[in-house]
């Protein structure tokens, strides 16, 4: 029998085998949203009375023999960056807290169009801007696995929404790691999709039509086949392209591990991950290497990392200054100007404004990036590395900018660790974060598996398999 923890497609499996009805679990999700998330404050924005009409209609389309889709009746909550006709879409932003969107995103569409029931939607940073999710409009967002840390951010209301049993599905967005670093920190599965392959449209602030530079929409769930047929349903061409263009996905190619060739990279120098962390990517190596894989841990892209970062922070940034006010531009031109010291958010700053003719130069080093990496995975299938340096780490809501983390007792600069997501995100590729287990103090360990562009069901293959031996996704202690 099927319960609040059961993956998105058991829970679709069993609506369409009449075990349970999608009333039923729309109730159950609702009842366990009223129960606890008071606590963790994951659905901001309840859509209760529309969802179960939703899923009486589901059940009914069900009576008459019509069959809805994969996701026939199965309840979901999303992201609350996606437009839902009717609902707000704020982004954390007070100036936008009266912004209630008039057509769903097309990801929205989609689930809707393969039978998914839509009941609230999910909590975010300012401007999806950090690695915590709290503003102040919906408040701050708890882990589950421990209220006085951070879910991650910006999909940490979406993350921590799965982790505790409140909803059937989730989907997500990732500029910074904002899939992946709130997937590793609740221990959940998380899908980075290559660049462009999933439509963000009505994934945007008012007067946003173009597709965001660098940045994706993918899925978030309790399981990795969960994340394959959520894929499946939204990944496509988007909508201007249609009438010329067809995306075809390559299917995975492997049966076993064993038939993987797989890299690592345990830590790097530029930003250094925690013992436990790195120990648990080695670990990962080493089950990988009994169990037949070819494994290296010497492999690398023929890349210059600090050069990556350089090229990254300059899109990132100039990706994140479409949401600044006019005060927070002027700030940005202002240390612009400062001295570099080096540091991460140093060499954030000096990109945050630049010019067209700046952004081309990057986007044509870009490129030659992608072009490296493609190399390097014709001759690996997948590279494991950490998404962030430490395991969930206490809220901090200090000045933005001046922030810290600490790693084995050492200060870094709070994005630092944006290293790991942004090496990947600047080369377009896809990756899966999926659990390892949880750390010595009982809290999530997720990894990144990242492989080729367009190669996403590769990731999301592997991730099944090493959860098949790892254990896949468990449930946090009190939220039974």
Same mark, same amino acid.
């Given at each position: 029998?099927?319960?609040?923890?059961?993956?998105?497609?058991?829970?679709?499996?069993? %609506?369409?085998?009449?075990?349970?009805?999608?009333?039923?679990?729309?109730?159950?999700?609702?009842?366990?949203?009223?129960?606890?998330d008071?606590?963790?404050?994951?659905?901001?924005?309840?859509?209760?009375?529309? &969802?179960?009409?939703?899923?009486?209609?589901?059940?009914?389309?069900?009576?008459?023999?019509?069959d809805? &889709?994969?996701?026939?009746?199965?309840?979901?909550?999303i992201?609350e960056?996606?437009?839902?006709?009717?609902?707000?879409t704020?982004?954390?932003?007070?100036?936008?807290?009266?912004?209630?969107?008039?057509?769903?995103?097309?990801?929205?569409?989609?689930?809707?169009n393969?039978?998914?029931?839509? /009941?609230?939607?999910?909590?975010?940073?300012l401007n999806?801007?950090?690695?915590?999710? /709290?503003?102040?409009?919906?408040?701050?967002?708890?882990?589950?696995?421990?209220?006085?840390?951070?879910?991650?951010?910006?999909?940490?209301?979406?993350?921590?929404?799965?982790?505790?049993g409140?909803?059937?599905?989730?989907?997500?967005?990732?500029?910074?790691?904002?899939?992946?670093?709130?997937?590793?920190?609740?221990?959940?599965?998380?899908?980075?999709?290559?660049? &462009?392959?999933?439509?963000?449209? &009505?994934?945007?602030?008012?007067?946003?039509?173009a597709?965001?530079?660098?940045?994706?929409?993918?899925p978030?769930?309790r399981?990795?086949?969960?994340?394959?047929? +959520?894929?499946?349903?939204?990944?496509?061409?988007?909508?201007?392209?249609?009438?010329?263009?067809?995306?075809?996905?390559?299917?995975?190619?492997?049966? +076993?591990?064993?038939?993987?060739?797989?890299?690592?990279?345990?830590?790097?120098?530029?930003?250094?991950?925690?013992?436990?962390?790195?120990?648990?990517?080695?670990?990962?190596?080493?089950?990988?290497?009994g169990?037949g894989?070819?494994?290296?841990?010497?492999?690398?892209?023929?890349?210059?990392?600090?050069?990556?970062?350089?090229?990254?922070?300059?899109l990132?940034?100039?990706?994140?200054?479409?949401?600044?006010?006019?005060?927070?531009?002027?700030?940005?031109?202002?240390?612009?100007?400062?001295p570099?010291?080096?540091?991460?958010?140093?060499?954030?700053?000096? /990109?945050?404004?630049?010019?067209?003719?700046?952004?081309?130069?990057?986007?044509?080093?870009?490129?030659?990036?992608?072009?490296?990496?493609?190399?390097?995975?014709?001759?690996?299938?997948?590279?494991?590395?950490?998404?962030?340096?430490?395991?969930? /780490?206490?809220?901090?809501?200090?000045?933005?900018?001046?922030? +810290?983390?600490?790693?084995?007792?050492?200060?870094?600069?709070?994005?630092q660790? %944006?290293?790991?997501?942004?090496? %990947?995100?600047?080369?377009?590729?896809?990756?899966t974060?999926?659990?390892?287990?949880?750390?010595?103090a009982?809290?999530?360990?997720?990894?990144?598996?990242?492989?080729?562009e367009?190669?996403?069901?590769?990731? %999301?293959?592997?991730?099944?398999?090493?959860?098949?031996?790892?254990?896949?996704?468990k449930?946090?202690?009190?939220?039974?």
């Open positions: 029998m099927v319960d609040a923890y059961s993956s998105a497609t058991e829970l679709a499996a069993a %609506i369409k085998a009449k075990d349970v009805s999608s009333l039923e679990l729309t109730d159950l999700y609702i009842s366990r949203i009223e129960e606890y008071d606590q963790i404050n994951a659905v901001v924005v309840h859509d209760f009375e529309r &969802g179960r009409a939703s899923a009486k209609a589901a059940d009914e389309a069900l009576a008459r023999g019509d809805l &889709g994969p996701l026939h009746g199965l309840p979901m909550t992201k960056a996606y437009d839902i006709e009717g609902l707000p704020t982004w954390g932003i007070p100036e936008f807290k009266d912004n209630i969107a008039t057509t769903d995103a097309d990801s929205v569409r989609r689930l809707k393969a039978g998914a029931v839509f /009941f609230g939607k999910t909590n975010v940073p999806l801007g950090d690695f915590q999710s /709290f503003n102040d409009i919906y408040g701050q967002t708890n882990n589950p696995w421990d209220l006085t840390r951070t879910p991650g951010g910006s999909s940490g209301g979406s993350s921590a929404a799965l982790a505790a409140l909803t059937g599905l989730e989907a997500g967005s990732d500029i910074g790691g904002s899939i992946r670093n709130p997937a590793h920190f609740c221990g959940i599965y998380g899908h980075k999709p290559t660049w &462009g392959v999933v439509p963000d449209e &009505g994934h945007a602030l008012p007067g946003s039509v597709p965001a530079d660098i940045a994706v929409v993918g978030m769930a399981s990795a086949e969960d994340l394959r047929v +959520s894929m499946e349903i939204v990944a496509g061409t988007a909508q201007p392209d249609r009438r010329g263009w067809q995306l075809h996905l390559p299917k995975p190619t492997k049966t +076993s591990l064993a038939d993987y060739r797989v890299a690592i990279i345990p830590t790097l120098e530029m930003a250094p991950v925690s013992a436990e962390m790195a120990e648990r990517v080695e670990l990962v190596g080493k089950l990988l290497e169990l894989a070819t494994v290296s841990a010497d492999a690398r892209p023929d890349i210059d990392l600090d050069e990556s970062y350089e090229i990254y922070s300059s990132l940034w100039g990706v994140m200054a479409e949401g600044f006010t006019e005060e927070m531009k002027e700030l940005a031109r202002q240390k612009r100007t400062e570099d010291d080096g540091s991460i958010n140093a060499t954030a700053n000096r /990109f945050v404004v630049q010019e067209h003719s700046e952004w081309l130069a990057y986007n044509n080093r870009r490129f030659l990036l992608r072009r490296a990496w493609n190399a390097f995975f014709d001759d690996w299938d997948i590279l494991i590395c950490p998404q962030m340096a430490t395991e969930a /780490f206490p809220h901090d809501h200090g000045e933005y900018m001046g922030r +810290s983390l600490m790693v084995d007792n050492v200060a870094q600069d709070y994005f660790q %944006i290293v790991w997501s942004g090496t %990947i995100t600047v080369a377009h590729l896809p990756s974060v999926f659990p390892t287990g949880p750390s010595k009982g809290l999530p360990i997720g990894l990144q598996a990242v492989s080729a367009f190669n996403d069901y590769t990731c %999301i293959d592997f991730a099944r398999l090493i959860g098949q031996e790892l254990g896949g996704f449930a946090p202690p009190n939220y039974p």
